[in-house]
């Protein structure tokens, strides 16, 4: 039978039924309200690192366990993470699979605008963010893949999802195969794979369905509006997934002794945005050194304090888009030393975080 949970959030009423897990739900997620007339509650994964506070090990543990769950496939196999939340998820994703044999490519959806060849662009309906572009990729042979692995980090209705493969399938003639893979999936039932270009099946940690009770019909809102489709700009980006990656270590990091870190401080390594997974990797690297660290990162998603968000910083959009960003659950109070991780230009981290947290800022331009 399976597990039934309600949750009361400000605005409704969110019904769970959990129908198979690996992972306990109170390990895996929490649930808040958004501030979108679109989708009135967010899952709020534990083990993303981003509005949650999370160990790099237990986050390293979920993306194996979700990796055994991908099937073997015919290669060369593109692993595709949606912006902005899954980014890291499907950059980490790609890097087990590739440890376990996997014969591909990474690529990312975005949200900023670069200087580089567009293959296609589609919709996230519900999204505070709701545009997604993606680029052609420089070194991987889109001609040649045969199976596409798309990441996300919740599945709701798996309208995006389709929408992604739709968008892509003119640029994979090759492609026979498609598995969606995510932390949670509430789809509930296999009625939207059906619409996939291709066979396809879905992988989780854990899988039910849930069911959002509005207390009152959304009204709309201009000013979300304008902000779901506001788009970025990186004209020089780094080699973190935009245009692809056949190895998922492309890049460089830190050294940690040349970071000079107070000895036994707690640290909060903060991501920005859409960069996510190299933070998560110097975390890592931080905690298997014994120290004490955190990693989380900045969002543009609108959540009311209550439920999973306990603390919220709103600040300016680093990637210059004009829209709020967000981050949750980082309680200076704490005491950690925060550690902001940035892809943009020096200086474009806005200064009001910067103070808020006491933080550093540590630019990973120019890097691999």
Not at 11 to 20: D, K, N
């Amino acid at each position: 039978m399976p597990a039934e949970r309600t949750v009361r959030l400000a605005g409704g009423r969110l019904a769970l039924f959990v129908e198979e897990s690996d992972w306990p739900l109170d390990r895996l997620c929490g649930f808040a309200s958004r501030r979108n007339p679109r989708r009135g509650f967010l899952i709020v994964s534990k083990v993303l690192g981003r509005h949650v506070p999370a160990r790099p090990s237990q986050m390293r543990r979920s993306l194996r366990d979700l990796a055994s769950k991908v099937p073997d496939l015919p290669g060369p196999v593109l692993v595709l993470g949606l912006a902005e939340t899954a980014v890291g998820l499907g950059h980490g994703l790609f890097e087990e699979l590739h440890r376990l044999g996997l014969r591909g490519g990474f690529l990312h959806s975005t949200r900023q605008r670069i200087d580089a060849p567009l293959l296609g662009r589609f919709e996230e309906p519900h999204s505070h963010a709701s545009a997604h572009l993606l680029y052609r990729p420089a070194d991987i042979d889109l001609a040649a893949v045969r199976s596409l692995v798309v990441v996300d980090d919740e599945i709701s209705t798996g309208t995006t999802l389709v929408n992604l493969a739709r968008a892509l399938a003119p640029a994979l003639p090759r492609c026979g195969a498609v598995v969606a893979a995510a932390l949670t999936d509430w789809s509930g039932s296999d009625g939207w794979l059906q619409r996939m270009p291709w066979p396809a099946r879905c992988v989780s940690l854990l899988s039910g369905r849930l069911d959002w009770t509005p207390d009152c019909a959304p009204a709309g809102d201009g000013a979300f509006e304008a902000a779901a489709g506001a788009l970025g700009a990186l004209p020089a980006p780094g080699p973190f997934g935009r245009l692809g990656l056949a190895d998922p270590r492309a890049f460089d990091l830190p050294d940690a002794g040349a970071l000079e870190l107070p000895p036994g401080r707690a640290l909060r390594i903060v991501g920005t945005g859409e960069f996510t997974h190299p933070p998560f990797l110097l975390a890592e690297r931080l905690e298997a050194a014994g120290r004490d660290v955190v990693v989380q990162a900045t969002t543009r998603s609108p959540v009311r304090p209550g439920g999973a968000i306990d603390h919220a910083l709103a600040f300016a959009d680093n990637y210059g888009s004009g829209t709020g960003n967000f981050l949750y659950n980082a309680d200076p109070a704490e005491g950690r030393l925060a550690l902001i991780c940035h892809e943009t230009p020096p200086g474009t981290v806005d200064p009001a975080l910067v103070a808020a947290l006491g933080a550093r800022t540590l630019y990973w331009g120019g890097k691999g």
